[in-house]
C-alpha cells in the first residue's frame, strides 16, 4: 500500500517562502518518480515540478527559478521549496507518484498515487 502525506501550507505574503513536504510509505519511493501539482479554485489541475526516478528534475515555465524539487531517500520525502511566492501561485498542492515510466511527466492523470493536497495561500 502505497501513501503520500503532504505537509507545509500555509498563509504567506508575496514574496515570501514556503516548503512543502510529501512523505510516500512503500518499498517504491526510491524507484519512483514524485510530482507536485496544484489546482487553484475553477482550475484544471496543473503540473509544478517532477523528479524522476533518473534523478532528473524539470517545472513548469511559471515556477521556473522559483520552485526547487529535491528528494531525501532516507526519508522517503519529496521536498517542494517555494521562493518568491506570489498570489498567482495560491492553490491546493498535491504529490504524486508513479513507479513505472508511462510518458509526460506533466499529465496527471498518468500518476497513480496522490496525497490530499495542502493549501498555498499567498496574501498580495
Known amino acids: 500500500q502505497v501513501q503520500l502525506v503532504e505537509s507545509g501550507g500555509g498563509l504567506v505574503q508575496a514574496g515570501g517562502s514556503l516548503t512543502l513536504s510529501c512523505v510516500v510509505s512503500g518499498r517504491t519511493f526510491r524507484s519512483g518518480t514524485q510530482a507536485w501539482f496544484r489546482q487553484a479554485p475553477g482550475k484544471e489541475r496543473e503540473f509544478v515540478a517532477v523528479?524522476?526516478?533518473?534523478?532528473?528534475?524539470e517545472y513548469a515555465d511559471s515556477v521556473k527559478g522559483r520552485f526547487t524539487v529535491s528528494r531525501d531517500n532516507a526519508k522517503n520525502t519529496v521536498y517542494l521549496q517555494m521562493n518568491n511566492l506570489t498570489p498567482d501561485d495560491t492553490a491546493a498542492y498535491y504529490c504524486?507518484?508513479?513507479?513505472?515510466?508511462?510518458?509526460?511527466?506533466?499529465?496527471?492523470?498518468?500518476?497513480?498515487?496522490w496525497g490530499q493536497g495542502t493549501q498555498v495561500t499567498v496574501s498580495s
Open positions: 504524486a507518484m508513479r513507479t513505472y515510466y508511462r510518458g509526460s511527466y506533466y499529465v496527471p492523470s498518468l500518476y497513480d498515487y
Open positions: 523528479f524522476t526516478f533518473s534523478h532528473n528534475t
